[in-house]
């Protein structure tokens, strides 16, 4: 599974962009697909995380009732919805693929090459 990212920049405060994961292959559907992301000088964490289906999904606190993580599984591709930005939110996203639907990292097998997102103040 090969991911491409797309969908960073520089935004103010209070924002939004929309992230969009695109996916190789025609296996996208098995897959749970995670955002993650990190900041200059912190490592990277978790941010969200959809289930193949869709039905299942998770949220890091820090971004909860901001964020939307959503799939179409017909044109392969994952979404990270942020709105409200805060400049804490400035760091590169990753979108992830796993067999599982998880929080770790360490459950992720295939990467994309990562976003990056500004929010000035």
């Known amino acids: 599974v090969q991911l491409v990212e797309s969908g960073g920049g520089l935004v103010q405060a209070g924002g939004s962009l929309r992230l969009s994961c695109a996916a190789s292959g025609r296996t996208f559907s098995i897959y749970a697909m995670g955002w993650f992301r990190q900041a200059p000088g912190k490592e990277r964490e978790f941010v969200a995380a959809?289930?193949?289906?869709?039905?299942?999904?998770y949220y890091a606190d820090s971004v909860k009732e901001r964020f939307t993580i959503s799939r179409d599984n017909v044109e392969n591709t994952a979404y990270l919805q942020t709105n409200s930005l805060k400049p804490e939110d400035t760091a590169v996203y990753y979108c992830a693929a796993s067999r599982s639907l998880s929080t770790w990292q360490k459950n992720y097998d295939y990467w994309g090459q990562g976003t990056q997102v500004t929010v000035s103040s």
């Open positions: 959809i289930s193949g289906s869709g039905g299942s999904r």
